[in-house]
């Protein structure tokens, strides 16, 4: 099955394709919403919004372990991820798209991996999916009317607060495209769980590193109507891209093996309680 999990506005347009919602019970705690089981485009797809229904979780409350959990007890093995973003770059537009393909981590309140009681090590150099990154950018270049940048390196900010001025700076000064809130830890635990992850970015604003001549009003109304452009064309290229995503099942990636040899704990020092724990994400690598 795959999985969508959507951010913000595109949690709601999610909810409005139905389905039969289901309670997960993880080792964690509830994640984030029911998630529905439905169709699209005659694939199986598990929705999840992130923030819960309603949006009533901001991104440093959100529970990323339960919702990545959750996903992988479907029987979910590829994701696709939405995350409203600001930009950092004049030649990426609020309200076009784009994939990332780098993270810069500057979290600090959050658990960021399933293993906090053994030693576990994942290799996460290219943090998100290149297979179902590739499947992304053909279905982008089918699409009409939306601009959809295959690359750039998203900072991962705690928030709930925007960056100050000098923040801005320094991030466009790291080569930084992007500045959201939502991608990290969930690609990080996405990895930790064996799935193929990626994320569709939907820049809604130029941050504050570009002044804003119309003033705050005008810049949350032009935000709102960049979120609804984006969210749009997000929906439209999931769409196209699922089919495609739908093949890539079965077929093998580095992803689903990224517990291979990551595991260095003995594993006669594991303790039943933290085996049943992890039986889910590592019971053959225990064996």
């Given amino acids: 099955m795959i999985g969508i999990i959507g951010g913000t506005a595109l949690g709601q347009a999610l909810g409005a394709l139905g389905g039969t919602t289901t309670s997960v019970e993880t080792p964690y705690g509830a994640p984030s919403a029911p998630i529905a089981i439905t169709k699209v ?16 979780t901001p991104p440093s409350a959100v529970n990323y372990r339960a919702n990545i959990w959750a996903l992988k007890k479907l029987g979910v093995t590829h994701v696709l991820a939405t995350t409203a973003v600001g930009s950092l770059r004049e030649e990426v537009h609020p309200g076009e ?15 960021g991996t399933f293993f906090d009681d053994v030693a576990v090590h ?7 999916c290149e297979s179902v990154r590739t499947v992304l950018k053909t279905a982008a270049s089918t699409l009409t ?3 959809v940048h295959p690359r750039g390196t998203y900072v991962v900010m705690e928030g709930p607060a925007f ?5 801005s700076d320094l991030h466009r ?7 959201g809130m939502t991608a990290l830890p969930e690609a990080k635990l996405a990895r930790e769980a064996e799935l193929c992850y990626a994320a569709i970015s939907l820049p809604t604003d130029y941050d504050c590193w570009r002044p804003h001549d ?6 949350l109304q032009e935000i709102r109507g960049n979120m609804v452009k984006a969210t749009a064309a997000a929906m439209s290229l999931v769409r196209a891209a ?16 990224a517990l291979d040899d990551a595991l260095f704990t003995d594993p006669k020092a594991i303790s039943e309680a933290a085996r049943k724990r992890h039986e889910l994400l590592f019971a053959r690598r225990l064996k």
Avoid: M, Y
């Fill in 163 to 167: 960056s100050t001025r000098a923040e």
């Fill in 214 to 219: 119309g003033g705050r009003e005008a810049l």
């Fill in 173 to 179: 000064a790291w080569g930084a495209d992007l500045i």
């Fill in 122 to 128: 994942v290799e996460f150099a290219q943090p998100f």
């Fill in 41 to 56: 485009e005659g694939i199986d797809v598990a929705l999840l919004p992130r923030h819960g229904v309603g949006h009533t």
């Fill in 97 to 111: 798209l784009l994939l990332p393909d780098q993270l810069i981590d500057r979290t600090n309140r959050r658990i």
């Fill in 242 to 257: 699922l089919p495609s995503v739908a093949k890539l099942i079965g077929t093998p990636c580095h992803c689903q093996h």
């Fill in 145 to 147: 009317g939306t601009t």
